[in-house]
């Protein structure tokens, strides 16, 4: 019955020491209950304590349950008790394993029915098959069953013997034990339950940081280190923040080697000999035979017995060729990579890398709050989750498409706050919640005529969206919505029917909104008046995303034909610059709508593309480009790279607030990057 592998919604956080932990915590909130004086409310607590419906999630209290409930032919309470667990945990799961609990729940009623027979109560079968029978009579496995009342020694015929033997009734018990300790050694933990172990946590990384510096101020000039392989700080880290030394921009490669900031190329690219002295920078990047603790930052190497893991060849992804595998692949195991000499090429250092890993199916969309403190993602199983990577990954959300009225088409922030999440879906409903509490803020069904929700964007109290008519040759409407209620406010005018709006970009004071088609038109309408302005063919390919520059007057449109164009706003259709000057078409756009889009950083200097080869299944990379202001600009390669995803990347996000890159991909994992400007 147990699957091999395990998907559970969650942060993955062992639950099977906070289990034990439980009545000390339900004392705990007697005790402050009694304190403040809140006796209803400590009344309430103890009644529902005693009829508590989880049996404090002890697995053998609730297996025991529901064999009592058996036991007593109590088939009311047995149903209504698996009911209580399907809707508090079963639901939650991913769902490929949503065919296990199915199979669990057949066992249940089929042993109930054996029970029955075996101690002489037909009439208790009868019962459970009269309230089952409506439920139940369409599934085939259910078919034969109900002939089992009226035959005669069931346990000889093959069909059924199974099911009279210990070692089924063994078989079963293990199962559903197992299932449900799973389960809930997988659940993520309460935030009262689980602040012990974050601070154990912290208290773990404080120790790690200070036994780092230690060995990195007494190894600086005596050679390798041993050992500097540090544990990630969190459970889905490749560069923790404890294993950076204070004051330092250093960060580890997959293998847990410290890789050197990219201060000074020609010091980091020089090949060294083994045993050779570790090599100290100081800030400004030069190199110091014997530094001082305050003046200078050691950086240290992991070596054992084959040497540190680039020597001979520089350090890899930044500035020196990496080692080839026999695939022929150069990629370097460094998150970043520096191809430029160029000094823009030394914007960015990468302070710090995490990975999130609670995605089971390649990544859709990621976009972060206005703050940067949460992060929305969604899969192409239309999973969604809702985490944060402050001070730890931690998953606040997860929703299913069970739980969903349809599949998830897009996601957008509210613009004044920092916990609505708008969700739009293929059935043309918008849904409106509350990240903090759960709660719904509002919900909206789009007309019949226009069922899929393609795009949504927000600021102010609007949120805009884009409708499509779903058909092979689809039609396009754009509404406009209060934030508040998520009622109509307005329907803009597309000026093509077959244009389909798929992205949107407010200017500065909520006047103007500039659209991108999938027909490759770019449109400004003025939101006051609800009225078109202008539009031009941009592209020749549906648009993936649209944006006004700082001073509003020019427009920034991409493309699922690769290219980043720049146009005035005031002259109709004025090409001013394409940046960069290739193209990097993608031919898995059309599956992976963001795969194509931009995002800038805060001042406009610097836009971030996605440098990812035609195959899907290659390893992905994203580039950060120097702005080209016009045509006669110079043309530079990316100012950083930054890799790490083991195949392409299907869509990323620039959060400004925190300066933090966040990356999708179709290797079903999310890659957070934290950058650090040199001014």
Not at 647 to 657: G, I, K, L, R, Y
Request: charged share 20%.
């Amino acid at each position: 019955v147990l699957p091999k592998k395990w998907g559970f919604v969650g942060g993955g956080t062992a639950m099977s020491n906070a289990v034990h932990a439980v009545p000390e915590l339900d004392d705990a909130i007697k005790e402050y209950l009694l304190f403040r004086g809140f006796t209803n409310t400590l009344r309430t607590f103890d009644a529902e304590r005693r009829s508590d419906g989880d049996r404090g999630l002890r697995v053998d209290k609730i297996v025991d349950q529901l064999f009592s409930f058996i036991d007593k032919y109590e088939v009311d309470a047995l149903l209504e008790f698996w009911d209580q667990l399907n809707w508090r945990f079963f639901s939650r799961l991913e769902k490929p394993f949503t065919s296990s609990v199915r199979k669990l729940e057949i066992c249940l009623k089929r042993f109930y029915v054996i029970n029955a027979i075996q101690t002489g109560r037909p009439d208790k079968v009868a019962e459970f098959f009269d309230k089952i029978a409506s439920e139940v009579q369409a599934f085939p496995e259910w078919r034969d069953w109900f002939a089992l009342p009226f035959i005669k020694n069931p346990e000889l015929q093959p069909m059924f013997e199974t099911y009279f033997t210990r070692a089924w009734l063994d078989t079963f018990t293990l199962s559903l034990h197992n299932f449900l300790s799973t389960m809930f050694h997988n659940l993520p933990l309460p935030t009262l339950l689980s602040f012990d172990e974050e601070q154990i946590k912290f208290r773990a990384m404080g120790e790690e940081i200070e036994s780092l510096r230690t060995a990195a101020w007494q190894d600086s000039g005596a050679g390798f280190p041993k050992d500097t392989t540090a544990g990630a700080g969190g459970a889905h880290r490749d560069m923790s923040g404890s294993a950076a030394v204070e004051g330092s921009h250093s960060t580890q490669d997959g293998d847990g080697a410290v890789v050197p900031p990219p201060y000074s190329s020609t010091a980091v690219r020089q090949p060294r000999e083994r045993n050779a002295p570790t090599p100290v920078f100081t800030l400004s990047g030069t190199e110091a035979a014997s530094p001082e603790p305050q003046d200078a930052l050691a950086v240290q190497y992991d070596a054992d017995d084959n040497g540190p893991p680039w020597e001979g060849n520089g350090a890899p992804g930044i500035g020196a060729p990496d080692h080839e595998d026999e695939s022929g692949d150069t990629r370097g195991d460094a998150p970043y990579s520096n191809p430029s000499s160029d000094p823009s090429s030394d914007a960015f250092v990468v302070l710090n890398q995490e990975r999130y890993t609670e995605h089971n199916a390649p990544i859709l969309q990621c976009v972060a709050n206005p703050s940067g403190s949460y992060i929305a993602s969604v899969d192409t199983d239309s999973v969604l989750k809702v985490w944060c990577t402050s001070p730890l990954i931690k998953t606040k959300l997860t929703r299913v498409e069970q739980a969903l009225p349809a599949r998830i088409t897009t996601l957008a922030w509210d613009f004044q706050s920092d916990t609505t999440l708008y969700i739009g879906f293929e059935n043309g409903e918008i849904l409106g919640i509350d990240v903090e509490t759960e709660a719904e803020t509002g919900a909206v069904k789009m007309p019949d005529t226009h069922p899929r929700v393609v795009a949504l964007a927000s600021q102010g109290s609007m949120v805009v969206c884009g409708l499509s008519s779903g058909a092979d040759r689809p039609t396009g409407l754009l509404m406009l919505l209060h934030s508040k209620t998520l009622t109509t406010e307005a329907q803009l005018p597309v000026q093509s029917k077959s244009s389909v709006p798929c992205s949107f970009n407010f200017n500065h004071n909520t006047t103007l909104l500039v659209v991108g088609c999938e027909d490759g038109m770019v449109q400004i309408f003025d939101v006051r008046s609800n009225k078109f302005i202008m539009g031009w063919q941009a592209h020749k390919h549906r648009i993936c995303g649209t944006k006004f520059s700082q001073d509003e007057t020019t427009v920034f449109s991409s493309s699922t034909d690769g290219k980043l164009m720049r146009w005035n706003a005031h002259h109709l259709g004025a090409p001013i610059a394409q940046s960069p000057a290739e193209a990097i078409a993608l031919p898995y756009a059309a599956t992976y709508p963001h795969a194509s889009d931009f995002s800038f950083d805060v001042e406009d200097e610097y836009v971030l593309r996605n440098c990812s080869g035609s195959d899907v299944s290659a390893p992905g990379e994203i580039g950060i480009f120097v702005l080209r202001h016009s045509a006669s600009d110079s043309i530079a390669p990316p100012a950083l790279k930054l890799l790490g995803h083991e195949a392409a990347v299907t869509c990323f996000t620039w959060s400004t607030t925190t300066n933090t890159i966040i990356s999708g991909s179709a290797d079903k994992t999310i890659r957070i990057y934290t950058l650090f400007k040199v001014t």
